[in-house]
């Protein structure tokens, strides 16, 4: 965790989410940490998650959103995950409509979203199965 903190604190500059999940996460996590006024002072915070763009464009040092974000951005290095002990995350869910038009289809999708051929995929996008 002390490695993470001086990371942050070390940077020039971070972008990081105004709104969504992320955005008030971290803004909590920095206030836990005692280090809100340093990260606003040289905080860029879109509205919409161009976080990686503004990375591989030299607008920002570091930056921290959705892991799966960050590695669709070309030009942006990714370093990794929050560590565990602060990590935040976003479940997915899926559910069949109860006035579907091809009802058995959808279950299909979902069957195969959540079976062992979509694995390699979700986990090369950054995200953990549950």
């Known amino acids: 965790m002390a ?3 001086r990371t942050l604190l070390n940077a020039r500059s971070i972008a990081y989410l105004k709104a969504g999940t992320s955005g008030p996460y971290l803004d909590g996590l920095f206030e836990r ?3 809100t ?3 606003q002072a040289k905080a860029t915070r879109p509205e919409t ?3 990686g763009d503004l990375v591989a464009h030299g607008d920002a ?3 921290v959103t959705a892991i799966a974000t960050l590695l ?3 030009g942006v290095d990714v370093v990794g995950p929050l560590p565990p002990e602060i990590q935040s995350y976003v479940d997915f869910a899926g559910a069949v409509s109860a006035s579907a038009v091809v ?3 959808a279950r299909e999708l979902i069957t ?3 079976g062992p051929a979509a694995l390699p995929v979700i986990r090369a996008k950054g995200m953990e199965p549950w």
């Open 3 to 5: 490695a993470f903190t």
């Open 33 to 35: 940490f005692g280090i």
């Open 37 to 39: 006024a340093e990260m």
């Open 49 to 51: 998650d161009t976080v």
């Open 61 to 63: 040092e570091i930056g």
């Open 72 to 74: 669709a951005t070309r």
């Open 103 to 105: 009802p058995d289809m």
């Open 112 to 114: 195969f979203l959540t």
